[in-house]
């Protein structure tokens, strides 16, 4: 019983933690193009981000220091991303591991990135958006049509009566 139990659990699990990776990756990549912009290499923009970032950004992008500071590459570090991202990060740590690397520019493709993740962070809310309707048909027909029924349609169906002398 605990087998399909707990591959529930897990897909549930995963359904979760996809949908919050969608939801904080093109706030992680905007992080990474500021801190980019502004000049610093991308081993120094990964720090700025673990230092001065919030939430699920800031705690990947330490999980990458501190992979850094134990003497990993950043191309090999930054596949830390994935942890908590998924696997749509691996992209990101590609890139930025190709420009730390071979020296290509990065910002022009972190912003295409962010684009892309910022076009599925709002495919993924339209969906539950579209699947609101239906969760709240239930609340709406067992709240709303009873109170309809005793106000309009009881007093009428009283009336009726009373007027047939019942």
Do not use: N, W
């Not at 904080?24 to 500021?34: G, N, S, T």
């Not at 001065?52 to 850094?68: E, M, Q």
């Not at 134990?70 to 908590?84: E, F, K, P, S």
């Amino acid at each position: 019983m605990s087998g399909p139990l707990a591959r529930l659990r897990h897909l549930r699990r995963t359904r979760t933690q996809v949908h919050r990776a969608a939801e904080h990756l093109p706030d992680a990549i905007d992080a990474l193009v500021l801190t980019m912009h502004t000049g610093l290499t991308p081993h120094l923009a990964v720090r700025s981000v673990a230092e001065h970032g919030i939430d699920d950004t800031a705690r990947a992008c330490a999980a990458v220091v501190a992979r850094l500071e134990r003497g990993d590459a950043l191309a090999d570090a930054l596949h830390q991303l994935t942890a908590t991202f998924g696997p749509r990060a691996a992209v990101v740590a590609d890139a930025i591991g190709a420009a730390d690397r071979y020296g290509t520019p990065l910002a022009p493709v972190l912003d295409r990135l962010a684009l892309e993740a910022r076009a599925e962070r709002r495919r993924l809310d339209d969906a539950a958006a579209r699947k609101l309707a239906v969760k709240l048909s239930f609340p709406l027909v067992g709240c709303t049509l009873p109170a309809f029924v005793l106000l309009a349609i009881a007093p009428a169906v009283l009336a009726a009566l009373g007027s047939l002398g019942v």
